[in-house]
């Protein structure tokens, strides 16, 4: 393996920076993060739209030969109210009720449900989309902040009997899908052991509570909310443990922080200023993956707690087969998590400047 | 060619450097006995299928191991005989997403310019779309009665994170020393890529491909449990959907009922994810030369 070579000469090429408008443009960070995203949200509306519309037994016409059948309605007629609730028109050609379908989409338009006919799927959404929002968000950040302390611990005591203890406990934990624990505490808490009031805990608030920025209601909504916050926290801060610690053991060996060490600064400021800082970057890229993981899972959760969130909701519609329903809760779940990847990736471009300048990535 | 007393040595190898990583062993061996236990042992135990109205939700005892459910069925017997189609649906995904992973994440890396362009604009876009809300959406239009339809689904749709990784090992393994050295003698494209690239990243290649199995058991056993796939054969995900819809977990006298396929998955995740580290030793190139 004494082979040198030098670089070849396609490695040593000089860019001459020949600047015009458009690669101004590009150059910009955050522009550039937008264009992917807003290119993001096209593709996925423009996909559910051609699945909805295109695939052999299409909701459509499931719907319109289940009014023909059942209420023994005529072809036109059922075409009408089929093209109502999907908020498109169905005797144009094709690529017009696409533009249609996008234009009812930019101004909010989601279709009416199926099932309950009168019932806006926007108003489904605002609904129950906050909880989730709640729920997840407070669950991620709370399991991101263990995890990263953590994380550190178990780097700095390298080998000793805590960091085994705890690297077993984030594998078990990272392992076991995520609805197995909710399970798990349902089965254990609320019915073996009778620690909890399951029951009691389900929907997103009481009913006899006046929803509003008062004591009473937030406490309540905590309470609703804790099973499925502590399940999201208990199945991620596993994976966010182990991912900082492998950050952080990488990040020890780097020579300024051999030089910080040597320049006799505290081991403290040494451990938040010089190594945590620069550990918890990765993490940031990792967030985008996560998000989009334990959004996913709350469908399942929520499920199981019974939590009056938007995953649930998307698990009745599709159980229901409310295709207009499930349509517009799939397109809004995943434009929460693209915007939701938007902003790590806007975070991380500011905690490391070195991004926005394109060295890595 | 390899001769048949290589092969044994070579085997031999592998079973030596397995034991270097001592929780990578235990995973491994758990490995073995749920795979010994789905497809010998279901030969000799039979699946315990008749209704006992007066052995419903019994305790462990030496007749039934596990205890009953709720038609008085032996719960060891749909353990036992459970695991067949999760383990099958895990396998033809995991299969399906680390061959599109690799072979499109080598290129990516290898060949870089707007072939990585292009190929990496796709995998962002499939990447943010969450994952399991777009499988229960499908799940819906398309009928999943098929195990192996199941399994190529799933893997059709979870092959972006690996692809990201399998290229970050492509980009810095195509810095190195042999790789210039290849091409320098010119081995043409194929050969860098199968002799001297693949090889070098097997390891990764592996532990991805068991990661993504957990993946896959984790989302088949999510779709049963929301009722989205009718699988009619009694399996561990199953058994979780029907103690949950019946609503078999609120009763305090069906916990063995409920506890063992959750176990019995969990078990099997945990023990795949910590074989992986055993599974990195046998498939480094280097740590076989070596030894």
Redesign the interface.
């Known amino acids: ?1 004494a ?3 030098s670089p ?1 000469p396609s490695q040593v090429r000089t860019t001459e920076p020949r600047r015009n408008w458009l690669q101004t443009l590009t150059d910009s960070y955050i522009l550039r993060k937008l264009l ?1 995203t807003i ?2 949200i096209f ?2 509306t423009t996909i559910t739209f051609f ?1 909805i519309r295109l ?1 052999p ?3 459509i016409d499931i719907y319109v030969n289940q009014l023909v059948v059942t209420y023994s309605m005529p072809i036109n007629e059922a075409r009408d109210q089929a093209a109502s609730l999907f908020a498109f028109d169905l005797d144009q050609p094709l690529y017009l009720q696409y533009f249609d379908f996008m234009g009812s989409l930019l101004q909010g338009n989601l279709g009416s449900s199926i099932l309950s006919p009168g019932t806006q799927v926007s108003a489904v959404i605002a609904r129950f989309l906050p909880w989730t929002i709640f729920s997840v968000g407070l669950g991620l950040i709370i399991s991101f902040v263990i995890g990263m302390v953590l994380g550190v611990l178990m780097a700095y005591r390298r080998e000793s009997f805590l960091d085994h203890i705890l690297t077993v406990l984030s ?2 934990l ?4 995520d ?2 624990i909710g ?2 505490i ?2 254990w808490l609320g ?2 052991w009778k620690l909890l009031p399951i029951a009691a805990m389900r929907g997103a608030y009481s009913s006899n509570v006046q929803p509003g920025l008062n004591f009473f209601f937030i406490k309540d909504a905590f309470f609703h909310a804790i099973l499925p916050i502590s399940t999201y926290v208990l199945t991620s801060v596993g994976f966010w443990m182990l991912s900082m610690k492998s950050s952080t053991v990488s990040t020890l060996g780097e020579d300024y922080v051999t030089v910080a060490k040597a320049r006799g600064l505290r081991e403290q400021r040494i451990a938040t200023a010089y190594v945590g800082r620069n550990a918890a970057l990765p993490l940031f890229t990792l967030l ?2 996560r998000i ?2 334990v ?3 709350s ?2 959760v929520e ?2 707690f019974e939590y009056g969130g938007i995953g649930r909701q ?2 009745q519609a ?2 229901q ?1 409310d ?1 207009t329903v ?2 517009g809760i ?1 397109l809004i ?2 434009f929460s ?2 915007f939701a ?1 938007f902003f790590a990736d806007i975070l991380y471009g500011w905690l490391d400047p070195r991004i926005k300048l394109g060295v890595k990535d | 060619m390899e001769t048949v007393q290589d092969g044994f040595k070579a085997i031999w190898k592998s079973l030596k450097l397995l034991t270097y990583n001592k929780v990578g062993f235990i995973g491994f061996l758990f490995v073995l006995g749920v795979i010994l236990m789905t497809y010998v042992g279901s030969n000799f135990v039979e699946l315990d299928t008749k209704t006992k109205v007066d052995k419903i939700y019994m305790k462990p005892s030496a007749e039934f191991w596990l205890g009953t459910d709720h038609q008085g069925r032996d719960i060891l017997s749909q353990i036992v005989h459970g695991g067949k189609d999760v383990i099958y649906v895990a396998f033809i995904a995991a299969l399906l997403s680390t061959t599109i992973a690799v072979a499109f994440g080598t290129l990516s890396g290898f060949v870089g310019g707007w072939v990585d362009n292009l190929i990496m604009a796709i995998t962002d876009v499939i990447l943010t779309i969450p994952q399991f809300p777009l499988l229960a959406v499908l799940a819906a239009f398309i009928s999943l009665s098929s195990l192996t339809f199941l399994g190529l689904l799933l893997g059709l749709l979870s092959w972006p994170s690996l692809l990201r990784s399998i290229r970050a090992q492509a980009l810095s393994l195509k810095q190195r020393d042999f790789i210039e050295a290849a091409r320098a003698l010119d081995l043409g494209i194929w050969h860098i890529v199968f002799r001297e690239l693949v090889p070098n990243m097997m390891p990764y290649i592996v532990v991805s491909f068991t990661l993504a199995m957990t993946g896959a058991v984790y989302a088949q056993a999510g779709l049963v449990f929301l009722g989205l796939v009718p699988i009619s054969s009694s399996n561990w995900s199953v058994m979780i959907q029907l103690a949950w819809v019946r609503g078999a977990i609120f009763f305090k006298d069906s916990v063995w009922y409920i506890m063992s396929p959750i176990i019995a998955i969990a078990l099997l995740q945990l023990s795949l994810i910590t074989m992986t580290r055993s599974l990195e030793l046998i498939f480094n190139p280097r740590l076989r030369a070596s030894e």
């Open positions: 393996m082979t040198t070579l070849a992917r290119f993001t593709i996925v699945l695939l037994g299409s909701p594998s078990v990272s392992s076991v899908p609805f197995l399970l798990l349902v089965v019915v073996q985008t993956i989009g993981f959004v996913g899972g469908i399942l499920q199981i998307l698990g599709i159980g087969r295709y499930m349509q799939f779940i995943t998590v693209i990847n």
